[in-house]
């Protein structure tokens, strides 16, 4: 009877050790599977904090834009209130310079300012009616540089306008009506 015990007890010590093997097989990580879990719920913790001050930002964001509003004398000119008449879509007469002008007409929509350092297509269309306006072939490099600053300049100084070089609705309006002169 005593050797049925020992037996018994040794199957049952040894079916537990196999079972408490094969969990440790079944559970275990090399090295590189834990650190990469360990990173994994680092950047989840991260992702997490971002998510939150994320939100606190934009709060802050929205907070900050009603109050913001920047004054007219640091644009170089003064914004318009409303559209002006003019420029209200009435007509239907095609210009020589149609193109250019509808373009300008969306400068003027949009409410754009340019000044030194300014960038991009809209930079082009200004250079493309300096062009007209100088009779000349100047490379379109959509960057509003020290030349485009000068030309834009002598374009206010003829037109009577406030000549500091920056473009706005006002000099976009004056373009706009110098091209309708030059031809239907």
Known sequence: MEKLKFTLF????LVGFGLLGYWAIVNIQ???EHSIK????????ENENLKTELVSV?????????????????VGEEKPKETPEELKPTETTKYKYQILIDELNKLVKD???????????????????????????????????????????????????????????????????????KGV
Do not use: C, H
Request: hydrophobic content about 35%; glycine content about 8%.
């Open 10 to 13: 040794s199957i049952v010590v």
């Open 30 to 32: 090399s090295g590189s």
């Open 38 to 45: 360990q990173k994994v719920e680092q950047l989840q913790d």
């Open 58 to 74: 934009k709060k802050e964001l929205g907070t900050l834009k009603s109050e913001l509003e920047i004054p007219p004398a640091l």
């Open 111 to 181: 409410n754009v300012y340019m000044k030194l350092k300014s960038s991009g297509s809209r930079v082009g269309t200004v250079q493309k009616f300096l062009n007209l306006f100088n009779n000349t072939t100047s490379k379109i490099d959509n960057d509003y540089g020290p030349t485009t600053v000068k030309l834009v300049t002598v374009f206010q100084k003829d037109q009577g306008l406030s000549a500091d070089g920056e473009a706005g609705p006002t000099t976009f309006i004056k373009m706009i009506d110098w091209l309708k002169k």
